[in-house]
T-cell receptor, first 111, second 114 residues
Framework: GQQVMQIPQYQHVQEGEDFTTYCNSS?????IQWYKQRPGGHPVFLIQ?????EVKKQKRLTFQFGEAKKNSSLHITATQTTDVGTYFC???????????FGTGTRLTIIP | KAGVTQTPRYLIKTRGQQVTLSCSPI?????VSWYQQTPGQGLQFLFE???????NKGNFPGRFSGRQFSNSRSEMNVSTLELGDSALYLC?????????????FGNGTRLTVT
């Protein structure tokens, strides 16, 4: 079945440093979504990428979808304490509507 | 607009019992998905309902079942509970079923099986 892996599993950064999480799927995806889950909270939708090679920005967050539509990345510039949480990618394989979540990357910020 | 509502927030059950969890989607949303979240396994897809029909199902045993009502509210049931069923159960709704629909999650029901 489809597997979606994320690396790293954990990331500790000093406030102000950059952060990147990578998402890799075993199958080609029709699209990729990103979610953020704060400690004790529930996943919140951030963005969706659909096109091969697509890049989208939300303030300090940059999302990329790979050319082969099998990988994606989320980059945060100059992290802030409000960025703390676990970031999940989620994708649907081509021809399969089931949304599979990645393993997640937990980001902690050292003030 | 009210968000996704899940009840109860917390549940403690003993092995062998059964449990029913409830989810009310955002008004107008017709698709409801259920996920199990554990520290070791992450977010695992249970099933998705759309217009009272199960559209997709994850790799969980038959002890896990669900249904959706005509008002889009959904319930999931777990019978013969096992210790490993302890988890946060998240419900998510979306406007439609399919690949371009972002999920809106509820706060979850934390189930503890003793």
């Amino acid at each position: 079945g489809q597997q979606v892996m994320q690396i790293p599993q954990y990331q500790h950064v000093q406030e102000g440093e950059d952060f990147t999480t990578y998402c890799n799927s075993s199958t080609t995806l029709s699209n990729i979504q990103w979610y953020k889950q704060r400690p004790g909270g529930h996943p919140v939708f951030l963005i969706q990428l659909v096109k091969s090679g697509e890049v989208k920005k939300q303030k300090r967050l940059t999302f990329q979808f790979g050319e082969a539509k099998k990988n994606s990345s989320l980059h945060i510039t100059a992290t802030q304490t409000t960025d703390v949480g676990t970031y999940f990618c989620a994708g649907r394989s081509v021809g399969n509507e089931k949304l599979t979540f990645g393993t997640g990357t937990r980001l902690t910020i050292i003030p | 607009k009210a968000g996704v509502t899940q009840t109860p927030r917390y549940l403690i059950k003993t092995r062998g019992q059964q449990v029913t969890l409830s989810c009310s989607p955002i008004s107008g949303h017709r698709s409801v998905s259920w996920y199990q979240q554990t520290p070791g396994q992450g977010l695992q897809f249970l099933f998705e309902y759309f217009s009272e029909t199960q559209r997709n199902k994850g790799n969980f045993p038959g002890r896990f079942s669900g249904r959706q009502f005509s008002n889009s509210r959904s319930e999931m049931n777990v019978s013969t509970l096992e210790l490993g069923d302890s988890a946060l159960y998240l419900c998510a709704s979306s406007l439609i079923s399919g690949r371009n629909s972002p999920l809106h999650f509820g706060n979850g029901t934390r189930l503890t099986v003793t």
